[in-house]
């Protein structure tokens, strides 16, 4: 079957309904739930994603950004520079229209820099009491780093943040999260391979795909 090597540096089988990316990438995050979710993901496209710790690297590169784009290169060329190896890096977070956009960039730290999820989504409750308007947004840049060029995708989902925390699924701000798509639930309700069918994190990646893989 005939091979080719495309401009993320994947190679792919040509033929079939599909092409198959057979590409090894490691993946710039030391988030264990977000790594998985990309793996389920890519999984299907034979796109094998090493994490950080199988190469045994703890560094972790300042996040200095003032958008997830920025903050998403930043990770992708640090664990380039580590690996060697294509870097696929995930910067996302929570828009919420009446904070102006907050806590953004800053949503894993919201609550200060070792703050835990239940810390951080406590603290976005107290910023949205008695506010009526509880519109907001997940976000999600992908970012791919081949060690001379960076390519983007980006995700979102539109939805409102609940009163109170919902559910035990998902992570970071799932709880308190109501996508348009599926009312009445957080996305710590509904099941996590329907989450992964909705989710920013889905989108970006659909979006990825479309770029890799001629249909």
């Not at 495309?6 to 057979?22: D, I």
């Not at 994603?49 to 920025?70: C, S």
């Not at 890096?89 to 999820?117: C, I, M």
């Not at 983007?152 to 348009?180: K, M, S």
């Amino acid at each position: 079957m005939k091979m080719q090597e495309n401009r993320f540096g994947a190679k792919s089988k040509v033929g079939g309904m599909r092409e198959q990316v057979l590409q090894r990438w490691i993946l710039a995050s030391h988030n264990l739930h977000k790594a998985e979710e990309l793996r389920q993901m890519l999984g299907p496209y034979h796109v094998e994603l090493i994490n950080l710790a199988q190469l045994q690297i703890t560094e972790v590169p300042d996040e200095t950004g003032n958008t997830f784009r920025e903050n998403a290169l930043i990770k992708a060329q640090a664990a380039y520079a580590a690996s060697n190896l294509p870097a696929l890096a995930d910067d996302s977070g929570l828009e919420v229209e009446v904070l102006n956009g907050l806590p953004g960039v800053h949503s894993a730290r919201f609550a200060g820099p070792k703050a835990t999820d239940v810390e951080n989504v406590q603290l976005l409750l107290k910023r949205l009491t008695n506010q009526v308007n509880r519109r907001a947004r997940f976000v999600c840049v992908l970012c791919l780093w081949n060690g001379k060029e960076a390519t983007y995708w980006e995700g979102r989902v539109e939805g409102q943040i609940l009163e109170t925390p919902r559910g035990h699924h998902g992570f970071g701000y799932d709880p308190v999260f109501e996508a348009q798509e599926i009312p009445g639930r957080s996305l710590a309700e509904i099941d996590p391979a329907k989450k992964n069918e909705i989710s920013h994190r889905a989108a970006a990646v659909r979006s990825m795909l479309a770029s890799l893989i001629a249909i």
